[in-house]
């Protein structure tokens, strides 16, 4: 069964450095997302991505963030400086393009010390 | 605007016993909703999903849910609870304005199972 797929599973950074965490989304699907699970809290919408360009992106979602799908499977979130509050673990989903349901990644657990 | 309500941060039950999640949910708009699964250090699974069909809907592991209008619930049911139950459970309604269709998150209810 074809499923979303994201690496680092772990990732620890240094505050300020860029981070970047990758996701392979199911390869039929159209819609791309990234959330975020703060330790001990809800799951956070940060971004949609659709043809090539972002549809929607939460308050949260900063000029420190970004996004990209560099080629026909990747899709990228980019946090330029990192900040102790990055801390989360982020989550890739993606969706098809009549489909209801997001299928979600494992996870990336991003540390910022 | 959407929104979930979870109304049990924790629910504790015994193997073999009822399980009830409970859930309501505020939309502007038809709502799609959804229950995910988060096992200890695992991913987020997709348990059931109502999208405008019929209102009980089955999903994995035994699991179903009620969409109820007049309530404004979806409430999480299991009539037997096993220990491979134990995990936390996220109600989840979708912004279906437009195609986005992001989801918007409840703050998720812990199910412990007791032997």
């Known amino acids: 069964e074809p499923e979303v797929t994201q690496t680092p599973s772990h990732q620890v950074t240094q505050m300020g450095q860029e981070v970047i965490l990758r996701c392979v989304p199911i390869?039929?699907?159209?819609?791309f997302y990234w959330y975020r699970q703060i330790l001990g809290q809800k799951v956070e919408f940060l971004v949609s991505?659709?043809?090539?360009?972002?549809?929607?992106k939460s308050e949260i979602f900063d000029d420190q963030f970004s996004v990209e799908r560099p080629d026909g499977s990747n899709f990228t979130l980019k946090i330029r400086s990192t900040k102790l509050e990055d801390s989360a673990m982020y989550f890739c989903?993606?969706?098809?393009?009549?489909?209801?349901?997001?299928?979600f990644g494992p996870g990336t657990r991003l540390t910022v010390t | 605007a959407q929104s979930v309500t979870q109304l049990d941060s924790h629910v504790s039950v015994s193997e073999g016993t009822p399980v009830l999640l409970r859930c309501n949910y505020s939309?502007?708009?038809?709502?799609?909703l959804f229950w995910y699964v988060q096992h200890p250090n695992k991913g987020l699974q997709l348990l059931l999903k109502?999208?405008?069909?019929a209102t009980l809907v089955k999903g994995i592991n035994g699991f179903e849910a009620e969409f109820k209008k007049s309530e404004t619930s979806f409430h999480l049911t299991k009539p037997s609870a096993h220990m491979s139950d134990a995990a936390e459970y996220f109600c989840?309604?979708?912004?279906?304005?437009?195609?986005?269709?992001?989801?918007?998150w409840g703050l998720g209810t812990s199910l412990a199972v007791n032997p």
């Open positions: 989903a993606s969706r098809q393009d009549r489909g209801h349901e997001q299928y």
């Open positions: 390869s039929n699907h159209l819609y």
């Open positions: 991505f659709y043809n090539n360009e972002i549809s929607e």
């Open positions: 939309s502007s708009y038809s709502p799609s």
């Open positions: 109502y999208t405008s069909a």
């Open positions: 989840v309604v979708s912004d279906n304005a437009g195609n986005n269709r992001k989801l918007i």
